[in-house]
């Protein structure tokens, strides 16, 4: 496919999402009816419409309109191409551009510049001030890191780099997060690679690495990863540490591949269902990892940053309150709750922090921390708190 073939299949895919279709829907549609399409050019359609996704309003007002056509030839002018290049109408290019098309459009501003709704944006500003609110709003613009957790369980840091070296991937440590890798080339070969298919590495943002490495020790103790999700935080901390390992979802059906990869770790955690918590209580360390507005990870959803509604964080807000009172009721005397999310919004994060100390005198807090969106990974928030013995 030509260049100019993949920005019209791109326009295809994103005039299929207004149909109603998610973004991943909509390109693997695409792709069973192209079959002359190799994998580079999937990859390419794939990277256009992701990378408008990430910058939906700044290409909409570069492009005069929020139809595929616009946002394509938004992100066109975005990237300094002459759209005339593109929209040539030869072959499966593009037609050409209209003279409404080719005066059409204007520089982003404000929360447009930002690539965030005018409501988001001012949130931002509140909570983490306006130029780290900047930072964080024009990181979400740009394709999120591809990081790796390596199993201590196995194999060294080195042999395991040396593993990945020969199936085409090269990944460098982070120099700030114990055991985590950086993929700087091959990161569409991680999922096939020897490496990650025997349980040397896992996909695992760096920011949630870190976050599972302040977590205490639990020297053989019970922990619950009450908010499980596929288990990628409970299989972190069981690489490094020793102790009895515990999952429970809301919903079972997303802990389905849970087990297959306890055994690619070789480790052995055990799937509690939701009437099963209480009785297997109480536990050391009590881990929620709450559904949350996500954004701190858009840069990898970036569907959701559109989709997100000032009365579903409020849902959202409700819902992770819940989750806390539940859960503290499931720690030991001495023992700890760590809440954590992967989101920067102050509300999801230390508001709720502060409403449990309300509500809880009693407990102590012993460590707030927050990670930046960055190079390395994505923002992430956690808070430590000990139950009175």
Not at 5 to 23: C, K, Y
Not at 126 to 131: A, F, N, P, R, V
């Amino acid at each position: 496919m030509t260049p100019s073939a993949r920005v019209q299949a791109a326009i295809e895919v994103l005039d299929a999402m207004a149909g109603g279709l998610a973004a991943e829907q909509a390109l693997t549609r695409w792709a069973r009816g192209a079959r002359y399409a190799g994998s580079k050019d999937r990859a390419a359609v794939r990277d256009h419409v992701f990378s408008v996704l990430r910058r939906k309003r700044s290409c909409a007002a570069l492009g005069g309109g929020e139809n595929g056509r616009a946002l394509m030839l938004g992100h066109v002018r975005a990237e300094k191409t002459d759209p005339e290049t593109i929209f040539t109408g030869e072959g499966h290019a593009p037609v050409t551009l209209t003279a409404q098309e080719r005066d059409a459009g204007a520089t982003p501003e404000e929360a447009e510049s930002r690539d965030l709704p005018d409501w988001l944006w001012a949130r931002f500003k509140d909570s983490l001030g306006e130029e780290d609110a900047a930072a964080a709003a024009e990181a979400l613009r740009h394709r999120a890191p591809v990081c790796l957790r390596h199993n201590p369980r196995m194999k060294s840091a080195a042999e395991v780099m040396d593993m990945m070296e020969q199936d085409g991937i090269v990944a460098r440590p982070v120099s700030t997060v114990r055991g985590a890798f950086l993929v700087t080339e091959g990161a569409r070969r991680v999922a096939q690679s020897a490496a990650f298919r025997d349980g040397h590495v896992e996909l695992q943002d760096a920011s949630s690495q870190a976050a599972m490495a302040v977590l205490p020790d639990p020297a053989g103790g019970r922990v619950l990863d009450y908010c499980a999700g596929g288990g990628g935080k409970v299989l972190a901390l069981a690489g490094w540490h020793e102790g009895a390992w515990f999952a429970h979802d809301a919903a079972p059906e997303r802990m389905r591949d849970l087990p297959a990869r306890a055994d690619r770790a070789k480790v052995r955690v055990s799937r509690l269902e939701p009437g099963d918590v209480a009785q297997a209580a109480p536990f050391d360390i009590v881990l929620c990892d709450v559904p949350c507005s996500g954004s701190g990870t858009w840069r990898r959803t970036p569907e959701a940053k559109w989709a997100l509604t000032p009365g579903r964080l409020d849902q959202l807000g409700a819902l992770q309150w819940e989750i806390l009172v539940q859960a503290q009721a499931l720690v030991r005397p001495g023992g700890y709750l760590a809440y954590t999310t992967c989101s920067v919004l102050t509300e999801e994060n230390e508001r709720q922090v502060s409403r449990f100390e309300t509500a809880h005198p009693d407990w102590a807090r012993q460590d707030t921390r927050r990670w930046p969106i960055s190079e390395i990974g994505d923002g992430f928030f956690l808070a430590l708190l000990r139950k009175p013995e």
